[in-house]
């Protein structure tokens, strides 16, 4: 038996261990939850935030809802400047470290999450290795440490006072993870946190491309591109020929629907394995557990106490949350988080719904900027991400990337505008345009109800733009990594005129 084996038989050992914990805290969420909220609130109390908030007079959820305001990111952002600023003991006991660096959906103002020691390793790290022990309890497992494992991760620099690093989170994980995983993985750290995104890609794919590469992790827009280049540059079919023993890729960040079938013809193998996670800025979340059940297992026991809002009424302007106690299943929820990363009541503006309750799993279904209702139609992302797939499928295409915006003919009617970035495009855009609209009646009522007559929404309208235009566009606007994602949807119309402009003025030849 090699090196190699004997590496993959005992971390696959190890790793396989953790079931029993994550079985414990899954049973006893409620009980598991009332320790976090507890742990939390004690080891904050005697910061700048906790003594303003009276921590420690807080004994229950209740004290906690009674004395704690909900918080937006510019609510809480003065503490979180302070922090920037080098100050000890401002949201979390001691001086931060690390800022993940996120422009949300919808704005280009960068926000800054703060990352401690205690959220990288008592909710990223932690979290990460009950993922590759949910894989090895419940999914079809080969060898996936007798290679290594490519990671895609974002820039990460120091901060202008040089008191903390700010990027990317997926870099503050690369720059921090255990010797045991950093062993494992390509690129090299100094390629990892580049700056330049054309130069990284390629010294990516100049390290990777020779190695037994058995695991990939990326958000998969980004993954797709460093696949597509590999296979032109290595001139292959596909990417079995490259790393014929790839057995698995760790996705998050945006729905994989869209592109499951482009992966699975980059990787034709029955045995690939695709596993999701919901890792944030602001904290792991939820885990893909099981092939056959819906939803993703939320992390109880991670660090993070979790509150939800009805989405109805976020959208009113009621913000009345409620604990894990009590959720309903397929109702639409806000999440709110407190976290060991200094987080107090934090609206992250993530859309979910519950698909179980006993395991409590759930559904990224949208945020609360990126909808629609401009005409009272209340269109979300997981509308749109579905009716744009079922179209695709019933015309045998594919589409890489899209946003959608308003368009406002009169007073009293208007259209949704769809810019598509196609990999494969409709042999008749028309009739394209026609199912699509169709299809998005068949899954939101309050569409179809806006589309009746047309006397208030007409039939939606497709720009089919040229390939590299929303790439174009992440470069323009310093999006470029893993963390950012082009916005699907706007009530507004500022994005997608710059992304008109761009397709306007665009040559394929430009990438």
């Known amino acids: 038996m090699n090196n190699y084996s004997i590496k993959n038989s005992i971390l696959s050992f190890l790793i396989k261990k953790r079931i029993n914990k994550i079985q414990n805290f899954t049973e006893h969420a409620y009980i598991m939850q009332k320790n976090v909220l507890n742990h939390l609130i004690l080891k904050a109390k005697d910061t700048m935030f906790g003594q303003k908030y009276l921590f420690n007079q ?134 990892a946190i580049l700056n330049d995104w054309e130069e990284k890609i390629d010294k990516i794919i100049n390290q990777s491309i020779n190695e037994n590469i058995t695991n990939i992790t990326g958000v998969p827009s980004w993954m797709l591109i460093i696949l597509q280049k590999i296979l032109k540059k290595t001139g292959k079919k596909n990417i079995l020929e490259v790393w014929p023993n790839l057995e698995l890729y760790m996705h998050g960040g945006i729905n994989f629907k869209p592109y499951q079938q482009i992966f699975s013809e980059l990787i034709p193998s029955k045995e690939m394995n695709y596993l999701e996670g919901y890792n944030a800025s602001e904290g792991f979340f939820g885990i893909q557990d099981s092939q056959e059940h819906k939803g993703l297992l939320l992390m109880v026991n991670h660090g993070v106490f979790f509150e939800f809002i009805l989405y109805e009424s976020y959208l009113k302007g009621i913000k009345e949350a409620i604990s894990l106690e009590s959720v309903e299943i397929d109702k639409k929820y806000v999440i709110v988080i407190s976290t060991n990363g200094g987080l107090w009541r934090y609206i992250i503006g993530d859309v979910v719904k519950f698909s179980s309750i006993n395991p409590f799993r759930i559904e990224i279904i949208g945020r609360t900027q990126a909808y629609i209702n401009a005409f009272g139609e ?134």
């Open 58 to 191: 807080i004994n229950s959820y209740k004290d906690f809802k009674e004395n704690v305001p909900l918080q937006t990111y510019e609510e809480i952002y003065p503490y979180i400047k302070k922090s920037r600023n080098g100050e000890e003991n401002i949201l979390w006991p001691g001086k931060v470290k690390w800022f993940a660096r996120s422009s949300g959906t919808t704005n280009d103002i960068s926000k800054y999450i703060p990352v401690t020691k205690d959220s990288l390793y008592e909710c990223h790290f932690k979290a990460g290795k009950d993922m590759l022990s949910l894989y090895q309890n419940n999914f079809n497992t080969k060898n996936l440490y007798s290679g290594k494992g490519l990671m895609l991760g974002g820039t990460l620099s120091y901060s202008k006072n040089g008191t903390s690093q700010e990027g990317d989170v997926s870099a503050i994980l690369l720059t921090q993870f255990p010797f045991w995983v950093s062993y494992h993985r390509v690129p090299d750290i100094k390629t």
């Open 378 to 511: 209340e269109l979300m992302v997981h509308n749109t991400d579905k009716a744009l797939l079922k179209t695709c499928q019933q015309f045998q295409n594919k589409a890489l990337n899209y946003t959608v915006a308003p368009v406002f003919l009169s007073e009293k009617s208007g259209k949704h505008q769809w810019l598509i970035e196609f990999e494969k495009a409709p042999y008749n855009l028309e009739e394209f345009t026609h199912q699509l609209d169709k299809n998005i009646q068949e899954i939101n009522s309050d569409y179809t109800a806006k589309r009746s007559k047309d006397l208030i929404l007409s039939k939606l309208e497709i720009i089919s733009v040229k390939k590299g235009v929303f790439y174009n566009w992440l470069e323009k606007n310093n999006r470029l990594g893993g963390q950012y994602k082009i916005p699907k949807l706007s009530n507004d119309r500022r994005i997608i005129e710059e992304i008109i402009t761009i397709n306007n003025k665009f040559s394929t030849t430009s990438l």
